[in-house]
């Protein structure tokens, strides 16, 4: 295996080098390493920094920052990101959770990316070293993305937000499906604003658009879900995998997104 | 390729070795430094043979590149024994039954170990979570469950 890695402390410096063929990212390694070790030969050089702001995680007035290289066990375990910690720990089993991070998980086929699942539905932002992008037009586009993620920001919803995987392995199996959403409530009750994201029901995670219009004024009550488990299906396209088809995907949807949104 | 230099220690030794850039810490362990107790089973980060303990954390030494251990503390089952007395999750392995054609074992081991270093006395729930991303062939997982269960029973005797 011919593969070099080279290590630089600053991101722009990373950033440089990888503007050459044959170069990639690396975060934990949990793709790229395996993809390397299964015989990828279209890498021959694995860039990666150690400039310390990747790392940190900085929680204040509601607005989070998580560095690109924060790991998925570093999230489950910070007491400011208590009620994201499930959708962390969704993440495969406690040695990838310490290695995994939040920069590849933005990269991770379906059936992965569980935790940008979680992402999308918190409307975050991915950083580069010059800018940020709103995290629904960089997944549009990660296939071209060339430049470092730093970091993800986004702001903690004060309640609200919910996260379910579904896996036939317990406690750790690959995702059949992931949902997370964000709602809010009226004092009467009824939703209004919502936010939901689906994981493996295409290549990568999306928003149930549909689904979040037609709970908007509803209670969440089985008559008032009724019509967005209906429009859970619109525009997915979901990974026929060795875990599920396509076909058995679309079909347990509504009932999952059913109890996360009367759970 | 140029070699490239890797320093850490394993088992409390210090360890210097020239590794070709990219080698796998699994590798660099077993064919290099000649630790063969992490096992390669799949390469693949699926079945857990291969773990390690890295600065207190469970890692997959197949999926680490050894580059980045520079300045790490390692440890592997293999430097669990003290002057040839078992580790208790050793000893707890063998008399459990919890071993069987003994490739999943090294790597059970270092996932129960960090668990019980962290979670001295483990409900069977969070046993079976520590060990969630180890897979055993042989024995139908009970067995390890029960040499963790018991291993750290006998820890909390001997504290007492
Ligand atoms: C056994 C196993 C089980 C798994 N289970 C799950 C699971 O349940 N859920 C899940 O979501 N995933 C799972 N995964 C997939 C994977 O571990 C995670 O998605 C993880 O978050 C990927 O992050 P990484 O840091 O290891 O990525 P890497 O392998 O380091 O990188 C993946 C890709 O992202 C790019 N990249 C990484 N960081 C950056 C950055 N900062 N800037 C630019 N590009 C970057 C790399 O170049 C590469 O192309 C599993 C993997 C394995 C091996
Ligand atoms: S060899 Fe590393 S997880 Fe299987
Ligand atoms: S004892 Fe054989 S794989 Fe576990």
Known sequence: ?263 | MAKVPVQFTLNGAEKAEFIDSGTTLLNALRDKIGDTSPKGGCHQGTCGACSVIIDGELRLSCLTLAETCNGAAITTTSGLSEGGVLHPLQRAFLDAFATQCGFCTSGMIMAAKVLLDHTPNPSRDEVVEALSGNICRCTGYEPIIQAVLTAARSNSQNAA
């Open chain 1, 1 to 263: 295996m011919a593969l070099a890695l080279q290590t630089f402390s600053t991101v722009k410096d990373a950033n440089a080098a990888l503007k050459a063929a044959g170069t990639r990212y690396l975060g934990g390694g949990t793709l790229v390493v395996r993809a390397a070790n299964e015989g990828d030969v279209s890498v021959s050089s694995l860039i990666r920094s150690t400039e310390p702001a990747l790392s940190a995680i900085t929680v204040s007035g509601g607005k989070v920052r998580i560095g690109a290289s924060v790991t998925m066990a570093a999230i489950a375990r910070h007491p400011d990101l208590a009620s994201l910690a499930h959708a962390a720990r969704a993440v495969g089993g406690p040695a990838i959770r310490n290695m995994a991070t939040v920069g590849g998980n933005l990269f991770a086929p379906a059936p992965y990316g569980d935790f940008t699942v979680a992402l999308l539905a918190l409307d975050a932002t991915v950083n580069i070293d010059d800018g940020e992008l709103p995290i629904e037009t960089f997944l549009a586009k990660r296939e071209s993305n060339h430049a470092i993620i730093t970091a993800v920001g986004f702001t903690f919803p004060a309640d609200g937000f919910r996260f379910l995987k579904v896996s036939r392995i317990k406690p750790k199996g690959v995702s059949v499906l992931s949902i997370a959403a964000v709602l809010e409530q009226a004092p009467d009750g009824t939703v209004s604003s919502a936010r939901i994201a689906l994981g493996c029901m295409a290549d990568r995670p999306m928003r149930a658009t549909a689904a979040e219009k037609a709970l908007l004024g509803r209670t969440l009550t089985s008559d008032g879900i009724a019509p967005t488990l209906a429009a859970a299906g619109d525009g997915t396209s979901p990974v026929t995998d060795p875990i599920a088809s396509a076909w058995y995907r679309n079909e347990v949807l509504p009932v999952h997104l059913g109890r996360l949104l009367l759970g």
